[in-house]
């Protein structure tokens, strides 16, 4: 099994900047791909960014040149850096790891989810 903790959300004002950071533990593997999803009230589920181990990462074009996605190895530990905020940021961030080389499929956990919110 393997625990996500997140932290890092709140309500920011457009054009302001957040980061959030998440936590992994648990029987993890060597080779794994640490990510953030984002789920707005009413959509489905979406990719922001994703790192792997070796430092390979994609980000969703929305988010290209404002967010900036990495992690510490050792720690477990992934970040997303989020400047220059949007409304349409506003959502549920989900953390993610894929216990697989990039690339690849394997077994996916998540974290319960951190809300943030952009305001106007």
């Known amino acids: 099994q393997v625990q996500l903790v997140e932290s890092g959300g709140g309500l920011v004002q457009a054009g302001g900047s957040l980061r959030l950071s998440c936590a992994a533990s648990g029987s993890i593997s060597r080779f794994n791909v640490m990510g953030w999803y984002r789920q707005a009230p009413g959509t489905e589920r979406e990719l922001v960014a994703r790192?792997?181990?070796?430092?390979?990462?994609n980000y969703a074009d929305s988010v290209k040149g404002r967010f900036t996605i990495s992690r510490d190895n050792a720690k477990n530990t992934v970040y997303l850096q989020m400047n220059f905020l949007k409304p349409e940021d506003t959502g549920v961030y989900y953390c993610n790891i894929r216990l697989s080389y990039w690339g690849a499929d394997g077994m996916d956990y998540w974290g319960k989810g951190t809300l943030v919110t952009v305001s106007s």
């Open positions: 790192i792997g181990t070796g430092g390979n990462s």
